[in-house]
């Protein structure tokens, strides 16, 4: 079954609002991870959480593993920010990361 | 930070020839996986490798495909034969520790005619 399940599939927004991604997991994680991949299809890390907040400019991600979410919080988002964001969990149990199926941001001047 | 580097960033090939995908991890990384995914769809794990040898693949990584890193060289990816259903971007990424944060490449977008 689906292990890492993203909100919303996709956002709309002006310049300058804010935006909160979600991203819910149904079994216990080893490491969180948040990626930004560009229209042209690169990735991008953004954020290895596995616990508690971490901040890196205008970004925010927040994992609480009890409550098997992991949020990401964009501020004043930009143009530039348009893209498709995903996270990204690796389970205890095995090597390999499961991808959730991405929020598309569109960020409209 | 740590950069995982990937060649070619594009390839064309026609359906049933051979490709190989290089991908050139962080220098002291033991563990290196690839992932791939089609366009508009979930990436999903492929293959993941250490020590010389494949430790976990998943469903997706056919007979066709088969993964080396010779003499600590490039970590790389060859599909043969080609067919149009392997048409994706693939990504590389290495760790240092099994446990540890993979770092990516930033894909090689691969279109088999």
């Known amino acids: 079954g689906q292990q890492v399940q993203q909100s919303p599939a996709s956002l709309v927004l002006q310049e300058g609002e804010n935006a909160e991604l979600q991203c819910n997991f149904s079994?216990?994680?080893?490491?969180m991870q948040w990626f930004y991949q560009r229209p042209g299809g690169s990735l991008v890390s953004l954020f290895y959480?596995?616990?508690g907040t971490k901040h890196s400019g205008r970004l925010t991600s927040t994992t609480v593993i009890k409550e098997r979410r992991s949020s990401l919080h964009i501020s004043s988002s930009q143009t530039t920010d348009s893209g498709t964001y995903l996270c990204?969990?690796?389970?205890?149990?095995?090597?390999?990361?499961?991808f959730g199926d991405g929020t598309q941001l569109v960020v409209k001047p | 930070g740590p950069k995982v580097l990937q060649i070619p960033s594009h390839q064309i090939i026609d359906m049933g020839q051979m490709v190989t995908l290089n991908c050139d991890p962080v220098?002291?990384?033991?563990?290196f996986y690839w992932y791939k995914q089609i366009l508009g769809q979930q990436m999903e794990f492929l293959v993941n490798?250490?020590?010389?040898?494949?430790?976990?693949k998943s469903k997706l990584f056919k007979d066709q495909f088969s993964v080396e890193r010779p003499d600590g060289s490039y970590f790389t990816l060859k599909i043969q034969p080609t067919a149009l259903e392997d048409s994706a971007v693939y990504f590389c990424?290495?760790?240092?520790?099994?446990?540890?944060?993979?770092?990516f490449g930033p894909g090689t977008r691969l279109l088999v005619l």
């Open positions: 490798f250490y020590n010389g040898k494949v430790m976990e």
């Open positions: 990204a969990l690796k389970l205890n149990s095995n090597n390999r990361i499961f």
């Open positions: 220098s002291n990384h033991l563990y």
């Open positions: 079994t216990s994680l080893n490491s």
């Open positions: 959480n596995p616990s």
């Open positions: 990424a290495s760790s240092f520790d099994r446990g540890d944060t993979q770092y």
